[in-house]
């Protein structure tokens, strides 16, 4: 059996090999379609309507049940994952307090302020973070449409970011296939 290179001018035309994750999955596909006799056009349409159905699939089991289970034991948690905040933010004003007072100097009230920012900063932050994890464990009830959202998203993120074969002038995925 004869291995397909990115060399193959059929496989190679094909703008979904450029698909990470499943680019190279999609080449082998597009190869044992095309010696099956499909045309270019169909083997492309056969792989991207493989490819929008598998990564719906794995999006609506990410959303519907990893993320309600990672948010469910996340919450609770919140001063535990706000906790190396203050510490990278305060070291600065540490540094600047450490040096001022060596030199026989007194802090002054924007070292204060700014260290008072930082501790409201933390706070806004948990608040913020339990409000996103309660929210973040009811996806589920929405996995379907928010898996299509973010599918299309992702579909117009590669197609606005991606040349077929890098063509010059670009020709995004979208050209190719109305070519």
């Known amino acids: 059996m004869m291995m397909t290179t990115m060399s193959d001018p059929l496989v190679a035309g094909n703008p979904l090999i450029e698909l990470p994750v499943f680019g190279g999955l999609i080449a ?24 929008a159905a598998v990564a719906f699939t794995v999006l609506t089991v990410v959303v519907g049940k990893l993320v309600p289970w990672v948010s469910g034991k996340l919450v609770g948690h919140e001063e535990r994952l706000t906790a ?61 449409a928010i898996a299509g959202i973010l599918l299309v998203l992702a579909f117009l993120s590669w197609n606005s970011g991606s040349c077929v074969a890098d063509s010059q002038p670009c020709v995004s995925p979208v050209q190719h296939w109305n070519g």
Request: net charge positive; charged share 20%.
């Open 84 to 144: 190396p905040v203050p510490v990278v933010l305060l070291a600065p004003e540490w540094l600047v307090t450490k040096l001022l007072v060596k030199a026989g100097r007194k802090p002054g009230a924007f070292v204060y302020g700014y260290g008072e920012s930082v501790l409201v900063l933390v706070d806004w932050l948990r608040a913020a973070l339990a409000v996103v994890l309660r929210i973040l464990g009811s996806v589920g009830k929405f996995r379907r």
């Open 28 to 51: 082998q596909l597009d190869k044992v379609l095309l010696d099956l006799g499909f045309t270019a056009k169909w083997a492309e349409t056969v792989e991207f309507l493989t490819t």
